[in-house]
């Protein structure tokens, strides 16, 4: 499997797409337990990105992730912004000026991800968040070597087994956390958002290996 | 133009930004600060997104920040979530001499915000005022 900007781009519009479907559906789980607005905030960004980077299929891969970061930081409003912000900046920077990635590019670009949002949002494993989804699947993506769509597969199960067991614990970040106990018996909206885009960067690669 | 008019307790010019999802909420904190400081130091407000939703944008807080700098430091105010952590990444991207002159209060956001401002009109220094700010976290209004 190799991905080159043009189909990197094509593979963030996938993501786009998927967060426009589930707008709705995010915004509802927000409604339960935060402001209601994490699916019009995403959707509201993804496109925005959409249009930023539809004419940079020329560009390497680390510019187009390090604009689709600058890009949900400005426009998202809510914290998704600088969370999904810092992971897809950090993504940028860690893959750098190639014009290609492959499967093994992907521990690296999740790790790069998770400790930024971990570093953004002062936040663990277990308190309700965007970390709860994605912790899991980089630790299976990195667990065996070479990367194949298997591991994948593997990778966003992880992360939607992560988006359920968010129902059963405690939010320990933002508005959520104001709700204490209350917010169990929910889940969470961001892990719910991380998930999604997952699935949708697997779906994409998925397919274009059949 | 506001016409600055120097104190004289201190020499330094701290600027403010009050940084809030909500544009009115920060317009009506700045409303309510300017009535006592008048001018003598500069206040901005950096909140909402620009398609007028409540939230916070990165580069509009930057752009704040340059536009009420005057050599001596700038106070960011959030008011709470995405406002920090997006007042964090603005001050990252900023540039120096700015960048290590800018700083973020750990403060309630009104109380904070009128403390610092009343500060920074006494010419006060950024650690100053921005420990003026700090210092409203366990205020008590009832005696």
Redesign the interface.
Known sequence: MAVNSAELIEIINLIAHDIQENKDFLTELDSAIG?A?HG??MS?GFKAVNEKISTMGDKDCGSILKTVGMTL???????????Y??AFMRAGQAVGAKKELDFNDLPIILDAALEGIKM??KAEKGEKTIIDALEPAVEVLKKSSPVDIKLMEEAVKAAKDGVEYTKGIIAKK??ASYLGERSIGHQDPGATSCYIMLAAVYKAIHDKNN | MINIVKVKWGDALVGIVLVSHSKKMADGAKEIIEQVIRGKIKIEVAAGTSDNRLGTDVFLIEEKVMEVFDGDGVLIIPDLGSAVMSAEMAIESLEEPIKSKTQLADSPFFEGAISAAMEASFGKSLEEVKQAAENTRGMKKIA
């Open positions: 402001d607005d019009i905030n509201k930081v400005s426009t998202v409003g809510g914290a998704s912004g600088p969370l912000g810092t953004r949002g933002g508005r």
